[in-house]
């Protein structure tokens, strides 16, 4: 109703085609000859005696293309990223099977396994580990030292009281300790067998049996 109003109305030098396709919410997605066919049908039935003014339309023009540029390039943008996607994912499939490093807060349990990487002592002398469950309950808890260089720490799945976990994505917090107990700054990184990469949005994944991490968190693989 909003555009036909506009198009068929009287309209002097105040009136606006980009206005008019803005007013329906289609401005930023109508193409350049909807604008065209709304201006035309604009001049043709301004008021004579008040008509429009060749600058406004001439800004007019321009607004309208700016904008359509800018559509066009964003959706170019959105190939680009696209193909980029799926560049990504292809390599990903490369990985599927081995066992990678990466940055994560949470340990992937396959087969009854997992595994952190430990950085080499420095401020932190030794690192307090708990691992906890998807509800929150603690699991396991371990007093790490570090060594020299880096160390790798294995899960045998196993809680506490010896039961076995099922496998599964488990949180886990360090909490480092310097030589005199204090609190220092320690990060680990996470050792797991690549399952499958998917797509998820704008980003690629690796999966881990049921965990799943950015492929930008990828750190290193083994051979």
Do not use: C, H
Not at 35 to 60: C, G, H, I, K, S
């Amino acid at each position: 109703m909003t555009t036909t109003q506009a198009a068929s109305g009287t309209t002097g030098s105040g009136g606006s085609a980009v206005a008019a396709t803005r007013s329906t919410g289609s401005g930023l997605t109508a193409d350049f000859n909807t604008f065209l066919t709304l201006l035309t049908t604009q001049l043709r039935n301004q008021d004579p005696t008040n008509a429009m003014d060749v600058n406004q339309m001439t800004e007019q023009l321009v607004s309208f293309a700016g904008v359509e540029q800018q559509i066009s390039m964003n959706r170019n943008l959105q190939d680009l990223l696209g193909l980029q996607q799926g560049a990504q994912l292809t390599s990903a499939a490369g990985l599927v099977g081995r066992r990678v490093e990466v940055e994560s807060d949470r340990l992937a349990l396959q087969n009854g396994e997992a595994a952190l990487r430990l950085p080499p002592a420095g401020d932190a002398r030794s690192a307090a580990l708990r691992i906890t469950d998807s509800a929150g309950r603690v699991v396991r808890e371990a007093a790490l030292p570090l060594g020299q260089s880096q160390t790798t720490w294995r899960w045998d799945g196993r809680d506490g009281a010896g039961r076995m976990m099922p496998d599964g994505a488990y949180a886990f917090t360090l909490e480092g300790r310097n030589a005199l107990g204090g609190a220092a700054n320690v990060q680990a990184s996470v050792l797991a067998r690549a399952t499958g990469a998917e797509r998820s949005g704008n980003s690629v994944a690796l999966r881990f049996g049921s965990l799943s991490i950015g492929l930008d968190k990828l750190r290193g693989m083994e051979m």
